[in-house]
């Protein structure tokens, strides 16, 4: 009998040392998964397409400041540089784009999908695409190639997201999470097409200033009432200005030294 006893303890002390081990490996996995998304911010990268060196420098909120020698690296460099930090995000806006919502999440987006077809955003797209001068199209092509460098340097190690996503959708990948597809000029175009949906959100107050407008009588008065955005403030607000604070609060006043970097990332080819 005590013998038993004595057995069944260590059975409960050796389940309850498993289950310990396989939640501290869980919770490791997960912690593995998550940091595959952070952006590197210290060192240096080798970047392919790049012409010449660039600096990334970014601010105590992780703001970037990029600089380079030729405009086709700046642009690279910033396509590069937002697949870092954000390319869960447009992966997700360029399914969105496409009405292709349902390859990721299943059934339960087949309408979003079918309304977004219907509205053409890709059509439309691609329309934008074939009237872009030859200096817009660098630009687009110089930004499509950062994304891609960042792609093919992390195709099989992606992030939580694409991990949980690829195996609930069966895209495969495992661990890895699931093969992304190239990024094209045509996602990047289509973007603008989500954007300007969302930001035609606020239709009905422009209504309502165009009914004002006609009740009285000039839109000065009614600028009056709703005063526009400034358009001389800077995109990012420097400290002891109007409205500085938040993500804004650490910039410098133009003309003046940036900030002390948090972190620096430099790439070359």
Request: cysteine-free; aromatic content about 8%; glycine content about 12%.
């Amino acid at each position: 009998m005590h013998r038993l006893t004595w057995l069944i303890k260590r059975l409960i002390w050796l389940v309850v040392i498993v289950l310990v081990v396989v939640v501290a490996l869980g919770f490791s996995l997960v912690g593995i998964l998550t940091l595959r998304g952070f952006a590197t911010t210290q060192g240096s990268l080798s970047v392919a397409g790049l012409e010449k060196p660039v600096q990334v420098n970014r601010d105590a909120n992780g703001i970037a400041f990029i600089e380079a020698e030729t405009g086709h690296d700046l642009f690279l460099a910033q396509g590069y540089v937002h697949a870092q930090e954000r390319m869960w995000q447009m992966e997700v806006w360029r399914h969105i784009s496409a009405g292709r919502l349902s390859e990721l999440f299943g059934s339960s987006t087949v309408d979003e999908d079918r309304f977004i077809r219907t509205l053409g955003w890709r059509q439309a797209a691609e329309r934008d695409l074939a009237a872009l001068s030859p200096d817009a199209r660098a630009v687009v092509d110089a930004y499509v190639a950062g994304v891609n460098a960042w792609i093919d340097d992390h195709q099989g190690s992606l992030s939580l997201p694409f991990v949980v996503t690829g195996l609930k959708a069966g895209g495969g990948g495992g661990l890895g999470g699931y093969r992304l597809e190239p990024w094209t000029a045509i996602d990047t175009l289509a973007w603008q097409k989500v954007q300007a949906w969302q930001l035609g959100g606020n239709f009905d107050n422009e209504i309502f200033r165009m009914l004002a407008d006609a009740k009285l009588g000039e839109a000065a008065r009614t600028d009056e009432l709703f005063p526009p955005y400034d358009p001389e403030m800077p995109v990012i607000t420097p400290s002891g200005l109007k409205g500085s604070g938040g993500a804004g609060s650490t910039a410098s006043a133009p003309g003046s030294n940036a900030s002390a970097p948090r972190s620096t990332a430099s790439a070359a080819t």
